[in-house]
């Protein structure tokens, strides 16, 4: 069986972003591939978080990824933390790792261009550590949305100096970006991805928001004077993002959902979508009250990390040896 690895940051509350383009899609190869996800708490605090409010988040990240669907007896669930071999791996690749690589990562610029004081070096590192992330567990296929396909590129670069350099040691691996739904956009601005940083808030819906506050979101959400259900993603990108949410939630092609609400207005299309994603919230949101209570979330991220660990530390100690770290007796 293949193996597969992905990773959620839990900054802030898991949104409809991380559901469509991530989190759902762990759940439907859980069946097929040997799935190994976990709570990437070490790429948070890349930037501050409030000790108490990541603590919350930590959990509820957990019990979202549970009532999302991600069965713990399929898939191997833990804290990124409680696997030390990740932030050793991660200080190794660094010294494998070029400063023009770390430069031309987009996330990074981005964040640079908009002036952002206090960047950290963390920032500027996490690409290495999402590397040992996904090397460690020699995984064939990293799931992501379409804002992680360069770190994924850079992990493949990463993977193959490292093995042309000490001998074939990790698996060189390949992003899965889903063709619905991989980078679902803010719906307060369509020209920008639908993100947990989202300080207005009103343009992200979070897997946690009340049903109402979503309906409401949805319903004014930003689309365009044309006054014509179409599918044209240039000119009418925040329709387009609608009709995509809802093709990725109920499965119907974004054709059929644009066909059925042609010439009505665009109060009816939104409606429609609003229905589904409340429907959808409503059963991860029951689910997730009863994973809270249940008090199981600490057994299973024991379980998934002592599993993990077995993993990675195995790689760790082969990429230790080639590289001549150790004394050998
Ligand atoms: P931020 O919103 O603060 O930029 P993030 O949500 O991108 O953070 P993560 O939580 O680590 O960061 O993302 C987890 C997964 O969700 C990644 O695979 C990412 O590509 C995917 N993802 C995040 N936002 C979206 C989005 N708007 N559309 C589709 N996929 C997304
Ligand atoms: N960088 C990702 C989260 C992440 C990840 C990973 C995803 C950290 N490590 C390993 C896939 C594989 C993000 O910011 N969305």
Redesign the pocket.
């Known amino acids: 069986m293949k193996r597969m690895l992905?990773?959620?940051?839990p900054?802030?509350q898991?949104?409809l972003?991380?559901y469509?383009?991530?989190?759902r899609n762990f759940v439907n190869y859980q069946d097929d591939y040997e799935m190994i996800v976990f709570i990437?708490n070490l790429?948070c605090i890349t930037e501050y978080q409030d000790p108490a409010d990541l603590r919350k988040n930590l959990t509820d990240a957990v019990a979202l990824y549970l009532a999302c669907g991600l069965d713990p007896d399929k898939a191997t669930i833990f804290l990124q933390t409680d696997v030390h071999a990740h932030a050793e791996l991660g200080y190794i690749l660094a010294c494998n790792t070029y400063l023009g690589e770390l430069n031309r990562m987009t996330q990074f610029k981005d964040k640079s261009a908009k002036g952002e004081k206090n960047m950290t070096a963390g920032l500027y590192t996490y690409p290495c550590l999402m590397a040992a992330d996904i090397l460690l567990y020699n995984a064939n296929y990293v799931?992501?949305?379409?804002?992680?396909k360069q770190h994924v590129e850079l992990t493949r670069d990463i993977a193959q100096r490292f093995n042309n350099r000490y001998g074939e040691t990790f698996v060189v691996p390949e992003p899965l970006i889903a063709k619905v739904?991989?980078?679902?956009?803010s719906l307060s601005d369509p020209s920008k991805?639908?993100?947990?940083?989202d300080e207005a808030n009103k343009g992200c819906i979070y897997l946690l928001d009340d049903p109402k506050t979503a309906r409401k979101k949805i319903m004014s959400a930003v689309t365009d004077s044309f006054a014509d259900v179409k599918l044209d993603k240039e000119n009418q990108p925040g329709l387009y993002n609608l009709i995509e949410i809802a093709s990725a939630l109920s499965g119907r092609s974004m054709e059929e959902i644009a066909d059925e609400f042609a010439g009505q207005g665009y109060g009816k299309l939104k409606g429609y979508v609003a229905d589904v994603v409340c429907s959808e919230l409503e059963k991860i949101q029951s689910r997730y009250n009863e994973i809270i209570e249940s008090r199981q979330i600490e057994k299973i991220l024991s379980e998934g990390s002592a599993k993990a660990a077995a993993i990675a530390d195995e790689t760790l100690a082969r990429v230790k040896n080639k590289i001549g770290l150790e004394i050998k007796y």
């Open positions: 992905s990773g959620i940051k900054t802030g898991l949104t972003g991380n469509i383009g991530a989190l990437a790429h799931p992501v949305g379409e804002d992680q739904g991989a980078r679902i956009m991805k639908m993100s947990k940083s």
